[in-house]
């Protein structure tokens, strides 16, 4: 029986920070947190799957999306838009699934206005350097959207203020352990138990 309401978990920071690698690697070591799939209008990369990374989709399509109030939030990044489907998110948290969006900080943002009892990780680099280097590392970007990544980079960080919790990604373990850390506490909030 499940005996808790589902919680709302939002990561965000800077782009190459290891958002994604922190978040894969939370999702590998706790049952029962569903990830949302967000829409975007960025062309896949090499080995990205429709419907599995993102719901890959046309300009045109994601305009119809946010006219018919289909997206929880959405936010042009880095050039290209993404949006959380609302669907999936209010039905899990109904059902008393936890659920886990991996967004920008302007997505963070318009999720916080709509959902403020949502709990609000920012995932921070170690140092601008560090950051750089592992934007170039990954090999995905060009070096004008690296400097673009880097360039947003502090702008960011002046939203941090908005956040339950900062979490240095600094070793990965590190950072994967607090992050699962602060899931399981939030599930033990007595607020979010149906304790009668
Ligand atoms: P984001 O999702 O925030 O854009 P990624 O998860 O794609 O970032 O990580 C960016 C790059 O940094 C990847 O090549 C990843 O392997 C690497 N990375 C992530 N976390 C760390 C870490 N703690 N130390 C060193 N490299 C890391
Ligand atoms: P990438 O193109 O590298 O997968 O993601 C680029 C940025 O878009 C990352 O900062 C990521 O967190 C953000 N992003 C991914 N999905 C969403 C979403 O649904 N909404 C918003 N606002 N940002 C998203």
Redesign the pocket.
Known sequence: MNTRKGILFVIS?P???????VRNAVLSKLDDVQMSISATTRPPRNGEVDGVDYFFTTPGRFQQMIAAGELLEWALVYGNLYGTPCEFVSSMLRKGKDVLLEIDIQGALQVKKKMPEGIFIFIAPPSVEELSK?LC??GNDSAESIQLRLSACQEEMDHIEYYDYVVV????EN?VEKVRSIIIAERCRRKNLNLG
């Not at 782009?15 to 690698?21: D, L």
């Open positions: 920071g782009s190459g920070v290891g958002k994604g690698t592992r590392g990954r990604n600094d070793r990965i950072a």
